[in-house]
C-alpha cells in the first residue's frame, strides 16, 4: 500500500465530512484552503477527478459564501460524486493491499 496515498484519501474524507457537518453556505475559510490543497496534491498523485472536483466544490462554496441568493445545489452533485469516487478509492487501496500481503504470505 502507498501510505501516503492512503493518508491522502483520508484527508479528502475529512473534508468532506466538515463541509458536510457544517453546511454549504458556511464552509471556513481553512475548508476551503484545505480543499485547494487536496486538489493539488490529488492532480500530483494522479487522481485528476478529486483534483478536479475539489477545485470546482472550493470555488462554488467560496462563491456563495456571501451571498443570499436561492440556493441552486450546484455543488452538491459534485459533493456526492466526489464522496463516492473517494470511497472506492479506499477500498481500492485496501483491496490491493491486502491482495499482497495474501501473495507475500503464500511465497513465503
Given at each position: 500500500?502507498?501510505?501516503?496515498?492512503?493518508?491522502?484519501?483520508?484527508?479528502?474524507?475529512?473534508?468532506?465530512?466538515?463541509?458536510?457537518?457544517?453546511?454549504?453556505?458556511?464552509?471556513?475559510d481553512?475548508?476551503?484552503?484545505?480543499?485547494?490543497?487536496?486538489?493539488?496534491?490529488?492532480s500530483?498523485?494522479?487522481?485528476a477527478?478529486?483534483?478536479n472536483?475539489?477545485?470546482?466544490l472550493?470555488?462554488?462554496?467560496?462563491?456563495?459564501?456571501?451571498?443570499?441568493?436561492?440556493?441552486?445545489?450546484?455543488a452538491?452533485?459534485?459533493?456526492?460524486?466526489?464522496?463516492?469516487?473517494?470511497?472506492?478509492?479506499?477500498?481500492?487501496?485496501?483491496y490491493?493491499?491486502?491482495?499482497?500481503?495474501?501473495?507475500?504470505k503464500?511465497?513465503?
Open positions: 500500500m502507498n501510505p501516503k496515498i492512503y493518508q491522502l484519501l483520508l484527508e479528502m474524507k475529512e473534508v468532506l465530512t466538515d463541509i458536510f457537518q457544517s453546511g454549504m453556505f458556511s464552509v471556513h481553512t475548508t476551503i484552503e484545505k480543499m485547494k490543497e487536496l486538489a493539488s496534491l490529488s500530483q498523485y494522479g487522481l477527478f478529486a483534483g472536483s475539489f477545485t470546482s472550493a470555488q462554488i462554496l467560496e462563491g456563495q459564501r456571501h451571498t443570499i441568493k436561492e440556493y441552486d445545489g450546484e452538491i452533485p459534485i459533493f456526492c460524486k466526489l464522496n463516492q469516487y473517494i470511497n472506492v478509492c479506499i477500498k481500492k487501496v485496501e490491493d493491499d491486502a491482495r499482497n500481503n495474501m501473495i507475500r503464500e511465497e513465503e
